[in-house]
Each structure stands twice: as structure tokens, then as C-alpha cells.
């Protein structure tokens, strides 16, 4: 089974521009999180979606964004890009069913590392 | 909140060794679970080894195991017979399903296997 694929896997903008990250999940995985890693701020949640709808946001300008499509694949937006957001984003699925088994397990991408300048 | 720790930035093993690397959380939850990842250079996350709350017998993977003290709320990952391709960054991560799928991930160790 194909794992979790992130596109692009390298980005370059600059300061004021927006961007998109696009997440396609491991077949059947119906939850995608993601997550912002830096050297300082280490793994940070930005968000998650579940059956299209997003059911967590960690705590995150409203400048970050997602959605996520009816085959599950997830894309995420951040408009009016600054420098502090030079990071590697992280995309992680699970199958998240009820109940316990652990399906909760979350699944890593690659990353897409985006660089601001 | 949820915080994760992880006390050890850097630890060195020599191959064929064991080492333990240590994760402590905080939470009033009696139900949750407990992650271990590894991130390689490549900087592709791993699953290593998890944890539920509400079993007390310590998960074991292979060569990894956990030693899993939850009144003291400790996590520690133990690694026997260290090999090259062990090192990497180690990640400690904490879930409350009432959170939904969010996880909390502690600041990383990053183990260096000595030949």
C-alpha cells in the first residue's frame, strides 16, 4: 500500500506571497493532521480534518488554512507568507475508526520544506 | 494543557548497546495514549512503538520497549542491541482522544549510534 505523499517536497517564496501544500493520505485513511516542525518551536499541530470537515486547529494564525477533499486528500493554505514560516510541514494520516486497536496511528509524508525569503 | 518533555537533547549509544531515552508528560487524563517516532535524516517520521494508557504490560516492538509508569507519567523508550540505522531524532508524543487526532510531541532526542 502506498504510503502518505506530500507535493511539493521544496518550496520557495517570498515574504507576502501565499502557498499551497498539497497531502494525499494511505488508502482508506480517513484523517489527516498537520503539523509545522521547526528548529525552535519543534512539532507544532496546525490542524485536523476528518470526513471533509476539520475537527481540531491548533493554535495558529488565521493566515493557515485547510480543507480537505471527498477522497481525502488534504490541501493546506498559507496566505501572506512571513519569514517565520520557513518550516518543514508535515502531513500525517490515520485510519482513525471507533474504538480502540489503534487505529488512531498517525502515518507521516515526507514533508514539504518551504522556504521564505 | 498537554505537555510533553524529553529531558536528554543528545545521547549516544555504542552499537550492539542499549539505551533509554525518557519522556515525561503531563495530563489529568486517566485514558490516552503514548507514541514513540523516530525521524531519520531523511526526515521521514516513524513509528517506532505505542501505548495505550489503560493497558498495563509495556509495548514492545522488536528491539524497542517501553517502560510505561503511568502514576509517575513516564515514557521512556529503550533500545537493545543499538545498530547504525538507529540513529536519528526520537520523538515522545501524547494523544487524548477527546482531541480528536492531535498530537503532542515532546522537543526530540537525538540518539548517535557509535561504531
Redesign the interface.
Known amino acids: 500500500k502506498a504510503g502518505v505523499t506530500q507535493t511539493p517536497r521544496y518550496l520557495i517564496k517570498t515574504r507576502g506571497q501565499q502557498v499551497t501544500l498539497s497531502c494525499s493520505p494511505i488508502s482508506g485513511h480517513r484523517s489527516v493532521s498537520w503539523y509545522q516542525q521547526t528548529p525552535g518551536q519543534g512539532l507544532q499541530f496546525l490542524f485536523e480534518y476528518f470526513s471533509e470537515t476539520q475537527r481540531n486547529k491548533g493554535n495558529f494564525p488565521g493566515r493557515f488554512s485547510g480543507r480537505q477533499f471527498s477522497n481525502s486528500r488534504s490541501e493546506m493554505n498559507v496566505s501572506t507568507l512571513e519569514l517565520g514560516d520557513s518550516a518543514l510541514y508535515l502531513c500525517a494520516s490515520s485510519l482513525a475508526l471507533r474504538g480502540r486497536g489503534g487505529t488512531d496511528t498517525q502515518y507521516f509524508g515526507p514533508g514539504t520544506r518551504l522556504t521564505v525569503l | 494543557a498537554q505537555t510533553v518533555t524529553q529531558s536528554q537533547p543528545e545521547m549516544s549509544v555504542q552499537e550492539a548497546e542499549t539505551v533509554t531515552l525518557s519522556c515525561t508528560y503531563d495530563t489529568s487524563e486517566s485514558d490516552y495514549?503514548l507514541?514513540w517516532?523516530k525521524q531519520p535524516p531523511?526526515?521521514?517520521?516513524?513509528?517506532v512503538i505505542?501505548q495505550?494508557a489503560y493497558k498495563q504490560q509495556n509495548a514492545t516492538e522488536n528491539r524497542f520497549s517501553v517502560n510505561f509508569q503511568k502514576a509517575a507519567k513516564s515514557f521512556s523508550l529503550k533500545i537493545s542491541d543499538s545498530q547504525l540505522g538507529d540513529a536519528a531524532m526520537y520523538?515522545c508524543a501524547y494523544?487524548w482522544?477527546n482531541?480528536?487526532?492531535?498530537?503532542?510531541?515532546?522537543?526530540?532526542t537525538s540518539l548517535t549510534v557509535i561504531p
Open positions: 495514549y507514541f517516532y531523511s526526515r521521514q517520521m516513524i513509528l505505542r495505550e520523538f494523544r482522544p482531541t480528536g487526532n492531535q498530537f503532542y510531541f515532546g522537543t526530540g
